[in-house]
């Protein structure tokens, strides 16, 4: 099939034709989780109305995944609303009484560690002797100490050695090391224990920045990732209440589920868009006025439109996009895909009929004594289990009843993926025996989990800054096609949104949201009017 592209002399723009004929901009947008939701309402609500949602699942939500549990929801993506300041996700749910039953153990003020709550982390060893609690608490001073560390070469331009290879990971490890080692008053067996408990904060790390291991997390870049001030907060009702809020005003004709995208045309001239149409989708009747893409379904319909919002995560751009977009993407935004990184954190919801741990212990940390010189946290395909870092207590337990929720990530957790509930389980039990010391730990009763890294829609479950990549390729993913250069071309024929396209707040529910709505606003101050409403720019 050829590639589209738009003569130099062409004078057929949508963005002229629509504004002397009053047509409706016909707007596609590729996605129904956060960013395409929120760019849908955005258009909605400035009076654009030929506007067509696809979603290539069979829900909305993306990486929103709220499971129902009896009387409690579980999730299996997004969980926290990330500080409250100004963040749009915390005040749709503040104004819509999603918060009302938040509890105290669910919401966290400091630096959140997978789950917030309160009580006591046992970190336990692969030996059955769980570690001390004044040993723990001094070692989390050190290696927050040298967290903080990490934030300033980004902040404070501060130049990065290269001994680290400007990896977060070989920084901390070296630097941790460093400091363990020299300590006068530890005993040998101390430190010994002090280096294991580093490998276990690393994978925890690791998890919560989605990255195989925080040896591939850019250390120049680590702090540009912005925090909102304010609490974390968990919604009780599950995080799925966002995305109905988001959806019950868009009218049930404009989303379409289970409807993959093959392939975006772009920079089609109307012969160009006239030939895919015959040649792809043989029901298409009606020669609609030109149009610059054709968005070409995997079911073999044709949607001819002015504008497509892509909102599709990095890890489909990574694996798909030499053949999504026709003609290809730009080189210096194809490298900016290739260079950012998109890993895979799985949870193990593990439900239990009744509690085996005390009731102070919120969480239970694994620490291996044999990982304490371990240079690298890649594990053999049949020791992937060594990934998990920690089982947290979800709190309270008359919500949740007697359940542990699991963490693990990186090319482990796709290995995890591909075993079946049963080997899973059986597993997790054995993990549980072995480091709490307790053999009469039954199994438990359910498991659930989930399985980003192999969802062929969502393919990891959040972006983070690779070793080599940098905040300009964020923006540079971000840029809309064609590029502005391109003067003669019809302007914004594709625009990208999604977490992984917000330079300061990838990895977030909100930063996606604020890019969903960053490309609404771009269509709307194109056409430099609102079909029936005031135009509404986001703070971002």
């Known amino acids: 099939m050829q590639s589209c592209e738009v003569s130099s002399d062409s004078t057929d723009d949508p963005l002229s034709s629509a504004l002397h004929r009053h047509r409706q901009p016909r707007i596609v947008v590729i996605g129904a989780g956060l960013a395409g939701l929120a760019a849908t309402k955005t258009l909605l609500e400035n009076g654009f109305t030929n506007v067509t949602v696809l979603e290539a699942s069979d829900r909305i939500g993306g990486r929103v995944q709220s499971i129902q549990h009896g009387k409690t929801t579980l999730e299996l993506g997004a969980t926290w609303i990330h500080g409250a300041n100004g963040n749009p996700i915390y005040h749709l749910a503040e104004d819509n009484g999603l918060l009302e039953h938040t509890t105290e153990e669910e919401r966290s003020v400091g630096r959140i560690s997978l789950y917030a709550k309160n009580g006591v982390a046992h970190y336990q060893t692969n030996n059955g002797k769980r570690i001390p609690k004044d040993l723990v608490e001094e070692f989390s001073d050190l290696y927050n100490e040298v967290y903080e560390l990490t934030q300033e070469f980004f902040q404070n331009g501060k130049p990065v050695g290269a001994e680290s290879q400007n990896s977060v990971g070989i920084f901390t490890r070296d630097v941790v090391r460093k400091k363990i080692m020299l300590d006068p008053y530890d005993s040998e067996s101390t430190k010994k224990l002090k280096l294991s408990m580093l490998q276990q904060y690393l994978k925890v790390e690791s998890c919560e920045s989605s990255s195989p291991s925080m040896d591939e997390v850019s250390l120049s870049e680590f702090g540009e990732w912005t925090e909102i001030p304010g609490a974390h907060h968990v919604i009780p009702a599950g995080f799925i209440k966002i995305i109905e809020i988001l959806a019950q005003d868009i009218p049930s004709r404009v989303l379409r589920l289970s409807k993959p995208v093959r392939r975006i045309h772009w920079n089609c001239s109307s012969h160009d868009a006239e030939e895919i149409v015959d040649q792809v989708d043989h029901n298409q009747d009606q020669r609609p006025s030109h149009s610059p893409v054709c968005v070409e379904c995997e079911d073999g319909e044709c949607l001819l439109a002015d504008h497509v919002i892509v909102t599709a995560s990095l890890g489909v751009l990574k694996k798909a996009h030499e ?68 089982f947290d207590v979800l709190y309270p337990p008359e919500r949740y009843g007697h359940m542990l929720s699991g963490w693990i990530c990186g090319d482990e957790a796709l290995r995890m993926e591909r075993c079946d509930d049963e080997t899973v389980a059986e597993i997790c039990t054995e993990l549980l025996r072995q480091f709490t010391g307790n053999q009469n730990i039954p199994k438990p009763r359910r498991i659930l989990r989930s399985s980003w890294g192999s969802n062929p829609y969502i393919r990891g479950s959040y972006s983070f800054t690779r070793v080599g990549s940098s905040g300009r390729d964020v923006e540079k993913l971000a840029e809309p096609l064609p590029y502005i250069k391109n003067t003669k071309a019809p302007p914004l024929q594709v625009l990208f949104a999604g977490e992984a396209t917000h330079r300061k707040y990838y990895s977030t529910t909100h930063g996606a949201l604020l890019s969903g709505q960053r490309e609404a606003n771009r269509l709307i101050e194109l056409y430099q009017y609102s079909f029936g409403a005031e135009t509404t720019k986001p703070n971002i």
Not at 323 to 339: H, W
């Open 323 to 390: 053949t999504l977009f026709s003609p290809g993407l730009p080189l210096d935004k194809a490298q900016a895909i290739q260079k950012l990184g998109i890993s895979t954190t799985d949870k193990i919801f593990l439900e239990f009929a009744e509690p085996f741990w005390s009731p102070e212990c919120n969480s239970i940390q694994f620490v291996w004594e044999d990982e304490a010189q371990l240079e690298s946290q890649a594990y053999p395909e049949e020791l992937w289990y060594r990934k998990i870092c920690s």
